[in-house]
């Protein structure tokens, strides 16, 4: 029987899996080789968008409780025999490692996406001589839109340095993933038992972004955005969602 591989746990943790079931896959279960264990699920005929979803929400579940390495999307083995000898066997050190590196925390995933029209506002207001300027000729209000837009810019980066801040103190790091077109999306590293101050706090900017932003906050994840380059989802996940898991 053909077998989706998810993602790698400690022994320890395996039984984090008893409580999934067929949630998201078909017999999802682990593949046990002396310190590590696999997560498997049954394989469909083809994987589709809708498996890589249910992939990506798999290893969210698990990461809300335990420590677990991803594996790239579309990952397969023939059998459990290949799992262990492939999967597990090949990488036993790399994986053992990377996962006592990761045992304390997990990845928080936060996206604000401005208002334009709010942003273009708060720049005018703060400099009242650029709606006086708007009444020239073409080139004129040309290159006063240029001046608005690269102000605008500025002006957002400011106001979100300003407001994640406290977020960045709170998390162990924290990685800009995107920037454009009013966009930011930001992947924090965050302990554990820190995940309840975390929450506070974006609970609290939810409230101070009103009306200048929209606010995304997803977690936690497998910390996707910290692991090593080998270890990291290849884009056949990225493509599934949003936030690029």
């Known amino acids: 029987?053909?077998?989706?591989?998810?993602?790698?746990?400690r022994a320890s943790d395996a039984s984090v899996l008893e409580d999934l079931g067929a949630e998201f896959f078909d017999d999802t279960h682990g593949v046990e080789s002396d310190e590590l264990?696999?997560?498997v699920s049954s394989a469909p005929q083809e994987l589709g968008d809708d498996d890589a979803v249910a992939h990506l929400e798999l290893l969210a579940a698990v990461a809300a409780t335990v420590p677990v390495l991803p594996v790239q999307f579309g990952t397969v083995a023939p059998d459990e025999d290949a799992v262990r000898s492939e999967v597990l066997g090949s990488s036993r050190d790399s994986l053992t490692g990377l996962l006592e590196g990761i045992a304390d925390v997990v990845e928080l995933r936060l996206d604000l996406e401005f208002d334009e029209q709010a942003s273009v506002r708060a720049v005018v207001a703060a400099d009242p001589g650029l709606r006086a300027r708007?009444?020239?000729?073409?080139?004129?209000?040309?290159?006063?839109?240029?001046?608005?837009?690269?102000?605008?810019?500025?002006?957002?980066?400011?106001?979100?340095?300003?407001?994640?801040?406290?977020?960045?103190?709170t998390a162990e790091r924290m990685a800009l993933l995107r920037a454009e077109e009013g966009r930011f999306q930001y992947a924090l590293l965050v302990r554990r038992d820190a995940l309840s101050k975390i929450d506070e706090q974006v609970a609290g900017l939810s409230g101070t972004v009103v009306g200048t932003a929209v606010l995304e906050y997803v977690g936690p994840i497998p910390p996707f955005s910290f692991l090593t380059e080998g270890a990291q989802p290849q884009d056949e996940a990225r493509t599934a969602s949003r936030w690029g898991w």
């Open 37 to 39: 264990v696999a997560v």
């Open 1 to 9: 029987m053909t077998l989706i591989v998810h993602g790698v746990l």
């Open 134 to 169: 708007g009444a020239g000729d073409f080139e004129s209000k040309l290159a006063l839109g240029e001046e608005i837009a690269g102000r605008v810019a500025q002006h957002q980066q400011r106001v979100v340095d300003e407001w994640l801040q406290p977020l960045a103190a």
